[in-house]
């Protein structure tokens, strides 16, 4: 299996510009963690009326530093949502209530309840009330830039991309990032429409992705195929681990994960959950009991 080209520096300052290109800037927010890297990456695009990107969690300090990353004259006229976990879209709101910006994204989806195991970080943004509801190619237009919406179900429901066509660049969300593989956890993640949205994205021209969390991937096409072996080759394993008799994923994380962070170990299980509910969707594994539930017993079907 190819290694990942993960880049795992960043040259930047909390609350700081960086100009990424003509049309594009970023902020980041002070938030990081073991899911969210440095922290979330606010990006503002194009220049007098713009539109910002995922503004973010509920702090107010990256609020302000968005506000103030305008230039005189300039003014916030869209809020454009990739998905709704809270390190990405909480600041909405606020920063609606301060520009009177129009917010953009997915309808709001109501999660199921997944009480048999451990929950991420990234929780559900509850609070999120997009004004325009944003479906597949839907173009989303300013004065000097164009947003094309690519729907990516997978990493959560209402996750979708955005191309900015004017530089053939792609924000990838949660979907792709540049310091580590995407978290796909039930109940919000789903492994089989993950994998169909990389497979999406090969259809597609972008030269540049820009992640929320991480550097720009510069080969995206050849990213997104390293992705891909990446998850086949953790299904493999895991079909391994059934093979060698093993039925319980807290086993095989302690396994599979055993050179990763014992802190991500219950974000693993529900990686490895969602490998399970793939492979069961495919007719390839049953469960005990059926459908499957973290806590439950599997094994292949012969």
Not at 10 to 29: C, Q
Not at 228 to 243: D, S
Not at 259 to 276: E, G, M, N, Q, Y
Request: aromatic content about 6%; glycine content about 8%.
């Amino acid at each position: 299996m190819s290694a990942i080209p993960f880049k795992t520096e960043m040259d930047f300052t909390y609350g700081e510009v960086t100009k990424m290109s003509p049309l594009i800037r970023r902020v980041i927010a002070n938030n990081p963690s073991a899911f969210t890297f440095t922290g979330t990456g606010t990006y503002i695009i194009g220049t007098g009326n713009v539109a910002v990107i995922d503004p973010g969690p509920l702090l107010d300090d990256h609020i302000n530093a968005i506000v103030n990353a305008l230039d005189e004259g300039e003014s916030i006229t869209h809020i454009v949502i990739t998905h709704t976990h809270s390190d990405h879209s909480p600041a909405a709101s606020p920063l609606k209530a301060i520009t009177g910006a129009t917010i953009y994204g997915h309808e709001p989806i109501k999660l199921d309840n997944h009480d048999d195991g451990p929950k991420l970080d990234e929780d559900h943004d509850e609070s999120y009330k997009p004004d325009r509801l944003v479906k597949d190619g839907d173009i989303i237009a300013g004065d000097n830039w164009t947003l094309e919406a690519v729907t990516t179900p997978g990493h959560m429901r209402n996750h979708i991309c955005y191309a900015l066509q004017e530089e053939k660049t792609l924000f990838t969300g949660d979907h792709v990032m540049g310091w580590s593989t995407s978290i796909v956890a039930p109940p919000d993640g789903s492994m089989y429409d993950y994998m169909a949205s990389l497979d999406k994205l090969l259809e597609r021209d972008d030269t540049v992705y820009l992640p929320t969390h991480g550097p720009a991937i510069d080969d995206p096409q050849n990213f997104v195929r390293a992705y891909i072996e990446h998850r086949r080759g953790r299904e493999n394993q895991i079909i391994g681990q059934l093979k060698a008799g093993q039925t319980n994923i807290r086993e095989m994380v302690s396994i599979l994960y055993a050179d990763v962070d014992k802190r991500l170990h219950p974000a693993a299980a529900l990686s490895v959950f969602a490998h399970i509910q793939d492979l069961e969707q495919r007719g390839l594994v049953k469960s005990a009991p059926s459908p499957a539930t973290l806590n439950g017993s599997f094994a292949l079907i012969d």
